[in-house]
């Protein structure tokens, strides 16, 4: 049976929790219709960030959208926060159902 | 009266087990809990004990500690700049730790003088808060300029109603409305276990506090020298503030702790947000690395002491 599934893109950025108030601001000026917050831990170029306390606390957050809006909000990333912050956001093709959620 | 407290074995423990790479660790969650617990009980003790307490006298103990605040953030400004040739931001950062508070410096403290039988005047977890806000503002201050660009509303937000704040505010508003009777049914669970507690937390601050040590190594001896300095700077200008406010021992020991600490949850969080391009790493390994450490073994007997000097030589 064929799923009537649509293709979106999903947005990702996993950062550093200190920002999720500021980051879902942007994401709501800039038109996410919704997100996903979840906390994370890890380890990349800024060493090990292993959530034990409030400043080695990272989260992921998850919007998907169409192609066109996650540029947008990848770029509005780029600018804004690359250079200061330990971030990391990529896209990837996701099939949705129910795409006018989306 | 044991050679060294308990809760400062504890704090040793975690440093210890941190260093030699122990598998110990305490959930993040307990972290957070454990620090809620923190604040409340020493807002609670504040509040119940200002409710025997006309309220006025206190405004201009207030103003002398936002003076006082600023005025560290200022001078730790100017050395991280002048004499460690630190880039502005990251200056401007630095200071802004040193001339706010830390809750877990402030708590220690309180245990240390109630072991000893030292009364405080139970004004102190006001001058708490408000010791928390001012450097964070002037720090923004110095690092950005009175810019157009920084979102105040935001940074208001998180430096007034920052959880450090919110926590000791309503525990003290609790203690204030109820009084020392109305919290009796509370007592046991925030007053006799506080010592518990803070052992408990002080485990995690060991833990924290050894992850720094690699940070340190790499920030070099400047960091390190300021680290232990800055604070023995400050403990002077709280414990001048304290003598013309007029406190008594306690109040002048515990002040000029406030003074010497370090903030390392409140400022971190608000210079993450308002001056990004500083480097988190500095600040946190120098007020977390040295400076806390430095204050529970070391300064708080010190600052006793020094406070019973300057105390002795006015009367």
């Known amino acids: ?102 | 009266m044991p050679a060294i407290d308990p809760v400062i074995l504890f704090f040793l423990f975690g440093l210890a087990a941190g260093l030699a790479r122990s598998e110990l660790k305490l959930p993040g969650s307990l972290y957070d809990s454990l620090t809620v617990f923190l604040l409340l009980a020493i807002g609670l003790k504040g509040g119940q004990g200002l409710a025997m307490q006309p309220l006025l006298p206190l405004l201009p103990q207030i103003g002398a500690v936002i003076l006082l605040g600023a005025a560290q953030t200022l001078i730790a400004f100017a050395i991280l700049r002048h004499a460690g040739r630190f880039a502005r931001a990251d200056a401007a950062a630095t200071a802004a730790h040193y001339g706010s508070v830390s809750v877990a410096t402030f708590a220690v403290g309180i245990a240390w003088l109630g072991a000893r039988a030292i009364e405080v005047e139970p004004q102190m977890a006001i001058l708490l808060a408000i010791m928390e806000v001012p450097a964070i503002l002037v720090g923004i201050v110095l690092a950005r300029g009175v810019s157009r660009e920084t979102d105040w509303r935001s940074l208001g937000h998180e430096a007034f109603l920052g959880k450090g704040v919110t926590l000791l505010i309503g525990g003290m508003a609790i203690g204030w409305i109820a009084g020392p009777e109305g919290l009796a049914p509370i007592k046991a669970m925030f007053f006799d276990l506080f010592k518990g507690v803070l052992a408990l937390f002080l485990l995690e601050m060991g833990l924290i506090v050894s992850r720094q040590i690699g940070e340190l190594k790499r920030c070099g001896a400047f960091l390190i020298a300021f680290g232990l300095g800055m604070p023995l700077l400050s403990a002077l200008l709280g414990l001048g503030t304290g003598i013309l406010l007029g406190f008594s021992v306690g109040g002048l020991t515990l002040l000029a702790t406030l003074a010497a600490s370090a903030s390392y949850i409140a400022v971190p969080a608000a210079m993450r947000l308002a001056v990004p391009e500083a480097n988190p790493a500095i600040s946190l390994a120098a007020s977390l690395g040295v400076t806390f450490p430095f204050n529970i073994l070391i300064g708080l007997p010190l600052y006793h002491w020094l406070a019973i000097q300057f105390a002795g030589a006015i009367v």
């Not at chain 1, 893109?9 to 108030?21: D, G, P, R, Y």
């Not at chain 1, 600018?79 to 959620?101: Q, T, W």
């Open chain 1, 1 to 102: 049976m064929n799923l009537p599934t649509e293709k979106r893109t999903m947005l990702t950025i996993v950062t550093e929790a200190v920002i999720e108030q500021a980051l879902l601001r942007d994401l709501d000026r800039l038109g996410a219709r919704g997100h996903t917050v979840s906390d994370a831990r890890g380890r990349g170029s800024r060493g090990v960030r292993d959530a034990a306390w409030d400043e080695a606390a990272n989260i992921r957050i998850e919007v998907i959208c169409p192609r066109e809006q996650a540029d947008a909000l990848l770029r509005h990333l780029q600018a804004r926060y690359y250079d200061n912050y330990a971030m990391i956001a990529f896209l990837a093709e996701i099939e949705v159902l129910r795409p006018e959620k989306f």
